[in-house]
């Protein structure tokens, strides 16, 4: 049973950090493309960070480029955000999510190449 499940989240001040992870079961982690995604209250799901199977190849969303930092460690299944200088704007439901490697994209940022999905944790960022 394939199982993706978010830890980390909760509230902060603006400026602060947090560090989330989730946790992988059920397939092989080494194979698949990470991502992480975000759903901001009354937003469509968008693209925060993805990294390739290999951990070696990131990508960010403008808007969280120089203050979030995405990881993996292929031995605990385990990928994980790394977020500093949280605004407001940064609120959200996080999402980790998991695409099969083809063998063609290093990294894939839309939502619906994404296999597998978390519950999802929330993030507060209050002012």
């Known amino acids: 049973q394939v199982q993706l499940v978010e830890s980390g989240g909760g509230l902060v001040q603006t400026g602060g950090s947090l560090s989330l992870s989730c946790a992988a079961s059920?397939?092989?982690?080494?194979?698949?493309?990470m991502g992480w995604f975000r759903q901001r209250p009354g937003k469509p799901r968008e693209f925060v960070a993805g990294?390739?199977?290999?951990?070696?190849?990131?990508e960010y969303a403008e808007s969280v480029k120089g203050r979030f930092t995405i990881s993996r460690d292929n031995g605990k299944n385990t990928v994980y955000l790394q977020m500093t200088g949280l605004n407001v704007e940064d609120t959200a439901v996080y999402y980790c999510?998991?695409?099969?490697?083809?063998?063609?994209?290093?990294?894939?940022?839309?939502?619906?190449?994404?296999?597998?999905w978390g519950q999802g944790t929330p993030v507060t960022v209050s002012s």
């Open positions: 999510a998991a695409d099969w490697y083809q063998g063609i994209i290093l990294v894939t940022v839309e939502a619906s190449s994404y296999d597998y």
């Open positions: 059920g397939f092989i982690f080494s194979t698949y493309i």
């Open positions: 990294i390739s199977v290999r951990g070696d190849r990131t």
